[in-house]
């Protein structure tokens, strides 16, 4: 009877700890399910977050939601405010255009600078482009209307093509502007239909503008090349007036000091042995310092 006891006991005790086991594992399933619906909850509480700033952002007004698409759309690298001082300074339109565009008389060719020029012209780039056959004056010379605007032109965008290379107003042009600034960053060939290896030989060392595989990214990049061009020229000015400026202020000051120690070294009243010649200089003051100082030392050695 005790072994059957026994038994029974621990056949009820296994049962109840089973029970207990199995509420555990509910309640750890609760919490489990419990977590995944507050998860989910804040989830849709974010969306519905983000869906009611972008209503809100639709909604604003048309001047807040431009400059909110400007800042975000703007590249970290680019400065409006620097270009926009560039475009606007002395210097800029010191010369009457931004880039000369040269190019042979061929359809293709002028076809393809009327493009180029197209898209420099447009605003908000709005470069000032020189163009043959509609930029040079009727009755001139041809060779004299060139040599002008190469001479007005910040920059020279020299479209390489083969029939560049047959052409010779382009070789004229393009050693007119090797003359102007032949070691300088002004000169940018656009390669087209053109290995690089067939460039001119005069070109071999300048950087090149590649538009076989995409012309509009060609079109930009000189774009920028031209604005970087206008931006350093303002910045090279104003570094010059500012060094200019610290060296006139400080040789005002250094000179005065100077002379003012060059004058008392020479009045020195000790030294009884200095001629006239030497004590006479621009400012009456000190001069009739020294004269007194000398005529002193004069009768102090006849009184000795």
């Not at 604005?227 to 007036?241: F, I, P, Q, R, S």
């Amino acid at each position: 009877m005790g072994r059957r006891k026994s038994f029974i006991y621990w056949k009820y005790l296994g049962k109840a700890l089973n029970k207990h086991d199995d509420v555990i594992n509910m309640h750890g399933w609760f919490q489990k399910l419990k977590s995944r619906v507050s998860g989910a909850q804040r989830d849709q509480e974010e969306a519905t977050k983000k869906s009611a700033s972008s209503l809100n952002c639709a909604s604003a007004s048309p001047s807040s939601a431009s400059s909110f698409c400007s800042s975000s759309s703007s590249s970290p690298g680019t400065n409006p405010s620097k270009a926009q001082s560039a475009l606007s300074s002395r210097l800029r339109w010191s010369r009457k255009y931004d880039v000369f565009v040269c190019h042979s008389s061929v359809d293709s060719d002028s076809e393809e600078a009327g493009r180029l020029v197209s898209f420099l012209e447009a605003s908000p780039r709005s470069l000032r482009c020189f163009l043959r056959e509609r930029d040079d004056c009727p009755g001139a010379a041809i060779s004299t209307e060139l040599c002008q605007a190469v001479q007005n032109s910040h920059l020279w965008a020299l479209l390489i093509t083969p029939s560049f290379l047959q052409d010779d107003w382009c070789k004229y042009m393009m050693h007119q502007a090797l003359a102007e600034g032949p070691m300088s960053n002004r000169i940018i060939p656009l390669v087209q239909n053109l290995p690089r290896s067939h460039c001119p030989q005069e070109l071999r060392f300048f950087f090149c503008i590649d538009l076989n595989r995409n012309p509009d990214w060609g079109y930009t990049l000189l774009n920028k090349t031209v604005l970087k061009y206008l931006e350093d020229l303002v910045a090279k000015e104003k570094k010059t007036l500012d060094h200019d400026t610290d060296s006139s202020s400080s040789g005002l000051s250094g000179g005065d000091s100077s002379r003012t120690d060059i004058l008392v070294s020479k009045c020195d009243p000790t030294d009884t042995s200095i001629p006239l010649e030497l004590i006479k200089t621009e400012d009456g003051i000190l001069n009739s310092d020294c004269l007194g100082h000398h005529e002193e030392g004069k009768t102090m050695m006849k009184g000795d």
